[in-house]
């Protein structure tokens, strides 16, 4: 049963909700600010189809022969690419999807900003489904509703980390010839209890409840990605990315969830068909980055790389090896940082608040010294003729 996966190992990707017959498996467990499964005796029927569907005790992908295969790219749809966090390839992929009369499956922020997986054939909620999210996602009962389009000869996109594209794989047991699976490249993730705080947090000193949320958004360039939160009284934060205290948890690797220190899914074993991410160090190795989003693709499978000839985007043969020098992740997982263990240790005593707070946000020096840098890096850039810098 799933009890032979430690809450170290699990990656909380739902496959075992998902596959088992009599619901007998919820996310109830608790440790640290994440939830994990767990299993009801009272109800179990003891028929190990959760554990045949965990992907940690499953059989990992592989690309096919000759793959993968990487290309830089963009969508030829301006304003879908500024609203998209990088160059709006997952937009024309599900785009094509809907006009194939098939379903797309992503996650989407609810009404309460709790990001959750959804499989819908409607525009607006692919609309949803584009940015960033850097928060677990709720799977829900998505697996079987992918199952159950998937049998009725409908096509289907799933869209997801690449532990819930592993998920998907073992829950579905054979592969679908009208499933195209798209990997993002993903740093590792913090909990919805994090972000719930944080937002919590954000609202009591903002004095309203939040109205909307951006974690990458592109109003002054895709690289100076700012963290941007609208408020009911019409007040507004807004941030880089890089110094947001949330982002900030995420992306020193305080905040990330415990299997993501140790990951089963890198090295293109996930199994999907396309892997999707920023094409970070494009401003270095890519004449054509015009500050507006670029995104790296690793095409793992003929029917990823098929179903991309057929999408609106203009896009570059690149090496690897480009985009694996830029995006560490896809290789390996995330170093523990040595301000982890305190920083939970701190949030069990006095609460998530107030470590975020104690540990994350940046102090006056530190909000000093990014000025400094900035104004540093636009004289810089003037004389050199580049323009504004880069974060």
């Known amino acids: 049963m799933i009890d032979k996966v430690s809450v170290q190992e699990c990656a909380i990707c739902g496959a075992c909700i998902n596959a088992c017959p009599v619901d007998a498996i919820s996310l109830d467990k608790v440790h640290l600010d994440f939830r994990y499964p767990q299993i009801n005796e009272d109800i179990c029927i003891h028929c190990n189809q959760c554990e045949k569907a965990c992907p940690i005790l499953g059989n990992k992908g592989k690309p096919d022969e000759g793959y993968p295969v990487a290309f830089a790219a963009k969508s030829e749809n301006d304003p879908m690419r500024m609203r998209s966090s990088s160059g709006g390839v997952f937009y024309e992929l599900a785009d094509q999807m809907l006009r194939d009369g098939g379903y797309v499956c992503g996650a989407v922020f609810d009404d309460e900003f709790h990001v959750k997986h959804i499989l819908s054939n409607a525009k607006e909620d692919i609309l949803r ?54 990997e993002l490249i993903c740093h590792g993730i913090p909990s919805d209890q994090m972000l719930q705080a944080y937002i919590r947090m954000q609202e009591k000193k903002y004095g309203a409840k939040l109205k909307r949320m951006e974690f990458r958004n592109k109003t002054k360039g895709w690289h100076n990605s700012a963290v941007r939160m609208e408020f009911e009284n019409h007040r507004i934060y807004s941030i880089p990315y890089t110094a947001d205290a949330y982002t900030i948890g995420f992306l020193r690797n305080i905040s990330l969830k415990s299997s993501c220190y140790d990951c089963h899914f890198r090295n293109f074993t996930a199994g999907s ?105 636009c004289v810089w850039n003037a004389i050199r003729g580049k323009g504004k810098p880069l974060y």
């Open 129 to 182: 489904m584009m940015g960033s999210k850097y928060a677990q996602s709720d799977v829900g009962y998505c697996y079987r509703e992918v199952k159950d389009v998937l049998e009725k000869g409908c096509k289907v996109l799933f869209s997801g980390c690449p532990c819930q594209v592993a998920g998907l794989r073992t829950f579905l047991g054979k592969e679908y010839r009208n499933l195209l699976l798209v």
């Open 273 to 377: 068909d396309i892997i999707l991410g920023d094409f970070w160090g494009a401003e270095v190795e890519l004449p054509e980055d015009d500050n507006k989003g670029m995104s790296a693709i690793l095409v793992e499978t003929g029917k990823g790389l098929r179903m991309l000839e057929r999408c609106h985007l203009t896009s570059l043969s690149v090496q690897i090896e480009t985009v694996t020098k830029y995006n560490r992740n896809l290789i390996q997982s995330a170093e523990v940082n040595q301000q982890r263990e305190p920083f939970y240790t701190f949030a069990e005593k006095n609460g998530l608040e107030a470590a975020i707070q104690n540990y994350l946000e940046e102090g006056y020096m530190q909000r000093l010294k990014r000025h400094v840098d900035y104004a540093l890096r």
